[in-house]
């Protein structure tokens, strides 16, 4: 079933889970995560971010169409949004969420360009993800890991200001592979604050394809 991103996050957080949210690029790994989620009868949240594919709207109605279709949870959202004009462009195919990306921004930029989509996009019924803080590249992570981790402060202000519908941070994740053998340095005790501060909103996890399982479990 079809539905947005808040929906299965209010009840992850709710009850204390996690939910996965593969990037798809293709038909056949959409299906592929689809049927996997089936089996395991978990929700599902199917990220695709602008570029992976050459039609953003055919892509995106494939996602909506094998959502419908199945049986368990199934949010499609749009990833790591950058141009208004892509992200109404993921509205129009369907997609049920959207990441509104201004990390690299200013505080007070971030907060002005995020509100203005969402404002938009909950008139619509599409839920809203935003990104305080910066989650680098794994290649850079000796510079990336420090140089923008989450504010406690600031994300209190940040989702008072803005009304998002859940907060990717930054607690030392970062996108990519990282060298072999290597861990990445998370900050759980600021994960825990920024929890303890936002009890009820959901928070996003970018960069955990390439963090270890024993970590991933902790965050969770």
């Keep these: ?21 593969p990037n798809v690029i293709t038909e056949l790994d959409t299906r592929a995560f689809i049927e996997a989620a089936e089996e395991l009868k978990a929700p ?9 594919h050459p039609d953003t709207y055919f ?3 494939i996602c909506t169409i094998l959502a419908k279709e ?15 004009k892509y992200i109404l462009e993921a509205i129009r ?14 505080f007070e930029d971030n907060i002005r360009e995020v509100k203005e989509i969402v404002d938009l996009t909950h008139s619509l019924g599409v839920s809203v993800e935003a990104e305080l803080g910066h989650v680098g590249q794994a290649s850079n992570y000796g510079i990336d890991r420090n140089s923008a981790l989450t504010s406690v402060e600031e994300a209190v202000e940040y989702v008072k200001r803005t009304n998002v519908d859940c ?3 930054a607690i030392g994740t970062a996108h990519g592979a990282y060298p072999k053998g290597f861990k990445p340095e998370i900050d759980f005790k600021r994960l825990e604050e920024i929890k303890k501060t936002l009890p009820d909103l959901p928070l996003v996890l970018h960069g955990s394809s390439g963090t270890d399982l024993e970590s991933l479990r902790k965050v969770c």
């Design 1 to 21: 079933m079809l539905v947005t991103m808040k929906e299965i996050l209010d009840n992850a957080n709710k009850e204390n889970y996690a939910v996965a949210a």
């Design 70 to 84: 199945s049986n368990v949870p199934i949010a499609v959202n749009f990833d790591h949004g950058g141009d208004k």
């Design 44 to 52: 599902l949240i199917l990220d695709y971010a602008y570029g992976m």
């Design 93 to 106: 195919a369907g997609f049920t969420s959207v990441m509104v990306d201004r990390s690299a921004l200013p």
């Design 59 to 61: 892509i995106g109605k």
């Design 167 to 169: 907060l990717a941070v």
